[in-house]
């Protein structure tokens, strides 16, 4: 088992819905990430938590709201999507944002995401 | 822009032969580089790395070899086996910005 799961594993949402993401690390790390993998696209950067403090949000529209309650879990939620928004949502998470820099990144599985 | 590229989507290479993978970047500022691998419904997982001060890192079947004059890294698995066929993402990070910056990634398939 990855240690990084992800739920629900695929979502098909109107535009007027709202409905989140979850995410969950068994590593004990303390830096979790969402990104996005659009087709054709590279990994994009959403956000960044560190210890449960939000660190970087790359320019991520509003309608994509993160939620981190604790080290363990990350939250993305949605509402108002646009089907330009369909696309891979992957979570990660490292040891802390040093481990990311150098190596050792865990990833999800990711929620494929279709908006209608 | 991007500043990882990954210009080949696909490779094919029959099993036993070397596959090698590139990727160029732009940014001068990277001073780390990592390889991941993903296969279909799963997340990437890390494969390997290398530091700017080095230019060659052995991992098994895998290594990967650095440029940096020419801003440009290759990874070579030898041999191919089957189950080397993924995606390969190739990332960059710098020390101050600690993100890993990805490519699109190329797709691998290894032929029996």
């Known amino acids: 088992e990855t240690g990084v799961t992800q739920t629900p594993r695929h979502l098909v949402m109107g535009m007027t819905n709202k409905k989140s993401l979850k995410c969950e690390q068994h590593?004990?790390?303390?830096?979790m990430y969402w990104y996005k993998q659009s087709a054709k696209k590279p990994l994009e950067l959403m956000f960044v938590?560190?210890?449960?403090?939000?660190?970087e949000n790359n320019s991520v529209p509003s309608r994509f709201s993160p939620e981190c309650p604790n080290s363990s879990h990350l939250f993305l939620h949605l509402h108002t999507l646009q089907p330009e928004d369909s696309a891979l949502y992957l979570c990660?998470?490292?040891?802390?944002?040093?481990?990311?820099?150098?190596?050792?990144?865990?990833f999800g599985p990711g929620t494929r995401l279709l908006v209608l | 822009d991007q500043q990882v590229k990954q210009n080949s989507p696909s490779l094919s290479v029959q099993e036993g032969r070397i596959s090698i993978l590139n990727c160029d970047y732009t940014?001068?500022?990277?001073?780390?580089f990592l390889w991941y691998k993903k296969y279909p419904a799963e997340g990437p997982t890390f494969l390997i790395s290398i530091s700017s001060i080095k230019d060659k890192n052995e991992d098994g079947r895998f290594t990967v070899f650095l440029n940096k004059s020419a801003k440009h890294l290759s990874l070579h698995i030898v041999p191919s086996q089957p189950g080397d066929s993924a995606v390969y993402f190739c990332?960059?990070?710098?020390?101050?910005?600690?993100?890993?910056?990805f490519g699109r990634g190329t797709s691998l398939i290894v032929h029996p």
């Open positions: 990660a998470s490292s040891q802390d944002l040093l481990a990311a820099f150098q190596e050792t990144q865990y």
């Open positions: 590593l004990g790390h303390n830096a």
């Open positions: 990332a960059a990070s710098e020390g101050g910005s600690y993100i890993p910056t």
């Open positions: 940014n001068s500022m990277f001073d780390y």
């Open positions: 938590y560190n210890f449960k403090e939000q660190t």
